[in-house]
């Protein structure tokens, strides 16, 4: 089992910054990519960003050069950096993470964070 805990959402202004953290715990040795989702109201979920535990990283183009998305092994820890903050940011972000098994792969989602950008 994997536990997720979030932080960092809150309101800011257009072209401000925040930093999302999302800690894991639990069977953390199995965790492969960890990576941000986000939804805002009547939209469909979309993937933000993801990064392998080897520092792949993948991107929505609308997030390119804006956000930037890192992990630590060693703390268990993914971060989502999000700089030049617009209002179609606001939604709420979930945290993932992918556990890898030589026979299973199972998918654990954060509580949520709402992150809101006013204009």
């Known amino acids: 089992q994997v536990h997720l805990v979030e932080s960092g959402g809150g309101l800011v202004q257009a072209g401000g910054s925040l930093r999302l953290s999302c800690a894991a715990s639990g069977s953390t040795f199995s965790i492969n990519t960890m990576g941000w989702y986000r939804q805002a109201p009547g939209k469909q979920r979309e993937l933000v960003a993801a990064i392998t535990r080897g520092g792949s990283t993948n991107y929505a183009d609308s997030v390119k050069g804006r956000f930037t998305i890192s992990r630590d092994n060693a703390k268990n820890t993914v971060y989502l950096q999000m700089n030049s903050l617009k209002a179609e940011d606001t939604a709420v972000y979930y945290c993932?993470?992918?556990?890898?098994?030589?026979?299973?792969?199972?998918?654990?989602w954060g509580q949520g964070t709402q992150v809101t950008v006013s204009s």
């Open positions: 993932h993470a992918d556990l890898v098994t030589g026979s299973s792969a199972v998918r654990y």
